[in-house]
Structure formats: C-alpha cells, structure tokens
C-alpha cells in the first residue's frame, strides 16, 4: 500500500499526532475534554495510526500501558522507537517498507505481530517474543526456506501466515513449515490437516525428528532437481559453461589489452585463445551434465523406495486393523446375545487382550518402517556423498577437462602475450618497426612498465573470474 503516498510528504510521529490519534479513538465527549486538558498517556491503551504516511517512529514513549498499536499502511523504513511500549500485545506494521526485523527485544509481552507487505529478506532478532502466538510475514521478500527453522524457538506460534513470499512456490513448502512447527493449527490461513500432521508423525518413529526434517531437507533437494530445458544446466551447476559467456566476461573490462591487437602476432594469439578455452569449458560443461544425471537417478532412486517402504507399511497396517475390527465386532454381537454374565466377562477380557495385541503389532510395524526409513536416509546420504566429492574433487583437479586448465590456458596465454609485447618493445627501441601504430597503442607501449603492468593487471582479472566460476561451482554442490 506504501505506493499510494509516492506524492505525499512523509511524516515523524510528533506530539501532535498522537494527540490528534487519541482524540479521534475517544468518544465524542471525551474528545471535548481531551481537547480542554492535558491527556493522561498513561491510561491510552490503544493507537491507530494507519494511513498517515509516517516514515519514522518516534515520541511514542510516554504511552508506556499501550497493549495495541495500529502503524499499517504507511511508509516506515525502520522498526524502532517502540523501546518503551512493554506492554504491548498487539502491534499491526504491514504494507510499510521495513527491510528489517529489529527493535522488538523489549515487547516480551506481544502475542500478535504482523509484517505482511514489507521488503524483509530474513527472519530474525524475534528471541524475545516467547509469547508471540499469531505471526503475519507474508508478502515479503523471504527466499531461503530453511529460515524457518528460526521460527521454532518461538513455542507459542499457533498461527504463521507466510504466503506471498518467493520460498512458497517451492515444492514440498507445506510438509517442510508443519514438519519443523509441529504446534502451527493454522498456517497461510488455511487450518493444518490432521492428515498432514499424521503423515509426517508417521515418519518420526523411534528415531526422533532426525527422520523427519532429514526428508524435508531431501524433499526440497529433490524439488530443485526437477528441472528441465534452459534450467538444466544451472541446477548442473555448469551455467554459461557451453558456450563463450565465460570466455567472453573475461574480456568485458579489458580494455587495454585489446588495444594490443594491432600489433604483429597478438592478433592471431587472440583469435586461436577463444577456441581452446571455450573448448575446455564445453567439455566441463558436458562432465556436468553426466554428473548431474547421476544425482537425478539417485534422489529418484530414493523416493521410489521410500514409497515402497511407506505403502506396504500402510497396507499393513490396514489389514492388521480390519482384522481386528471383524473380531471385535463378532465379539460385540457373541456378547449382545449371550445370557451368560461369564460368557460376557469372557469375551470382555478377550476383547482387552486383542486390543493390547493390535498394539503390539502397530508399535512393531512403527518400529520397523522406522529402522526401514533410516537405513534408507543412511544409504541415500552415503551415495549422495559420493557422488557429490567424486564431482567437486574432479572439478578441482581429477577430471581431465577441469577448470584448471582453463588456468593453465589463461596462464599460457599470458606468457605468450608477455614474450610477443617484449619482442615488439625490443624492436621499437631499436628503431626497427616499420609499422605505424595507432597513438591509444603507443601511449601503452610508452616503456616496459606501463605495458608490463596493463597486461598483468587484464591476467588478474581474468584469473579472478575463473576462480570465482569454480568457487560458485564448488559452493553450489556443497549446498546441494
């Protein structure tokens, strides 16, 4: 909403306004006698101050017994000046344009907080409100969907609303929130499925939550992996590597070198570079794509067997259960006609038996769909470790067609580049250059310092992307 005061001129909470704010919350009568005395700020326990295009909070201070405090739809950039309002329990900040969560550590008390429609990119500082129970963010700029993990110190949180934000299009969104907030009832105003909470309890077992969250993490790893056309080779890893993007960002700031062009020899250097290096890239770029097939084929691998475990386990349980409810309802019917208290006892005792067995056989089954999934997460982390530092260790240096050796290309390249500029350095000292170069490419032949630092400074650059090309490849698998 913070769109609609682009014309008007923003505003600091003064005196004035929350004079004016009190008076209009008072009923009429009062309002008269507010206008003709001072204001008592110590019993005001509500303000409301939307749509005032405030873009500061400041001179709220002396409302020390605020329980609720409306700031929605205005142009605030910054949480602060709420030091004071201990005993706030409702405070309403949406459609502003705060950016980040701060300035609450004193409002312990606060059970209702709402910062839908802002631009905030991460959940934090909230360790103080243990008492929060409804928490409004949706509409934000939050992207990473493990930092809701954050949320579960706050153990009284029934209510989150996080729609709108980039994460929520994010396959398995729902399973991962309600596996890690068990106590949410309502999330993204939609009240939390018992049948979603019991599939994910289903999947704790004996082991703990370990099972649990270790599937969600897989469940989001998996979603990721589900791409296909132009986005295959960057969930490969190996984006911009097919072809001369990587090539060609070296020379995006290398001006002074390409003044050297003109000269005898550097213009055939440069035109065969291009062609070695994007080959090497090309081959990475392949090598990649293998590897990434091969993660594809081992997180498929994964769920199919977790279906199969998950199914027999259910209709086990389904067979188990239907067993016991024919013999217990022909008990219920044996004992509905019986004249005989004994027959009845009997057939009681008999009942009490059953169930204690039907427990048994549930536990036990538990038990084992418990051992299955962990086995199941052990093998699927081994191979996956293996797969993944087969991958990173040949990036760094197995692999034949390695990024290495698109430095050892560069380096190659520079040397030669070295020897040809000294070679034409040599002569134009000596006079014997009949060429007439242009003045940009004098001015750099000026001495050998000049040319020698141009060119070592275009070899960093051009270096530095390289790595940085690596670094991302490597940091990208380790955080796969």
């Not at 969907?145 to 729609?163: A, I, Q």
């Not at 490969?236 to 070198?257: Q, R």
């Not at 006892?345 to 051992?371: C, F, H, I, P, Y």
């Not at 002569?427 to 490419?441: G, S």
Request: aromatic content about 8%; some cysteine.
């Amino acid at each position: 909403m913070s769109q609609f005061f682009s014309n008007v001129e923003p505003n600091i909470i003064d005196d004035e306004m929350v004079q004016k704010a009190i008076e209009e919350k008072c009923p009429e009568d009062l309002g008269d006698l507010a206008r003709a005395e001072n204001t008592n700020f110590k019993v005001v326990s509500e303000l409301q101050l939307s749509f005032k295009s405030i873009l500061q909070i400041d001179n709220l201070w002396p409302l020390e017994n605020l329980t609720k405090l409306q700031l929605d739809n205005n142009v605030i950039e910054k949480i602060e000046g709420l030091e004071s309002l201990v005993h706030l329990v409702w405070l309403d900040l949406s459609f502003n344009n705060i950016e980040v969560i701060e300035g609450l550590d004193t409002l312990i008390k606060l059970q209702d907080l709402s910062l839908y429609s802002n631009r905030i990119s991460k959940l934090e500082h909230m360790d103080a409100l243990q008492e929060l129970q409804i928490f409004s963010i949706g509409k934000n700029n939050l992207t990473i969907l493990e930092d809701v993990v954050y949320l579960r110190r706050l153990k009284n949180l029934r209510t989150l609303n996080l729609s709108g934000n980039p994460f929520c299009n994010k396959e398995h969104y729902t399973l991962f929130v309600v596996a890690h907030l068990p106590s949410l009832v309502y999330l993204d105003f939609k009240l939390v499925r018992d049948s979603t909470v019991r599939f994910l309890h289903s999947l704790i077992g004996k082991s703990g939550n370990s099972i649990l969250q270790s599937l969600c993490f897989v469940a989001l790893g998996a979603g990721s992996l589900q791409k296909s056309g132009s986005q295959k080779h960057t969930t490969a890893f190996v984006e911009h590597l097919n072809g001369s993007f990587l090539f060609d960002s070296l020379y995006a700031e290398d001006t002074e070198v390409a003044k050297l062009a003109s000269l005898p020899e550097v213009e055939d250097l440069l035109q065969a570079y291009p062609s070695w290096f994007v080959s090497v890239c090309e081959n990475l770029y392949n090598y990649g794509l293998e590897e990434y097939e091969k993660r594809e084929a081992e997180v498929s691998k994964f769920y199919k067997r977790l279906h199969e475990i998950l199914t027999v386990n259910q209709q086990e349980s389904k067979r188990i259960i239907s067993d016991f409810e024919n013999r217990n309802q022909r008990r219920l019917d044996e004992i509905y006609h019986t004249r005989s208290d004994d027959i009845a006892e009997s057939k009681r005792a008999e009942g009490k038996e059953d169930v204690l067995q039907l427990w048994d056989a549930l536990m036990t089954l538990e038990a084992l769909v418990s051992n299955d999934l962990e086995e199941l997460l052990q093998n699927f982390k081994r191979s996956i470790d293996v797969t993944a530092s087969t991958f990173t260790e040949n990036i760094q240096g197995i692999y034949p067609f390695h990024s290495i050796q698109c430095r050892d290309l560069e380096n190659q390249h520079h040397e030669k580049l070295m020897e040809i500029t000294f070679a034409i350095l040599k002569k134009l000292d000596k006079d014997e250059l009949e060429e007439d170069f242009p003045d940009d490419v004098r001015r750099l032949l000026v001495d050998k310092d000049t040319t020698v630092n141009a060119i070592n400074m275009s070899h960093s650059i051009r270096l530095r992307k390289i790595d940085k090309r690596e670094s991302d490849m490597l940091c990208n698998t380790y955080q796969w």
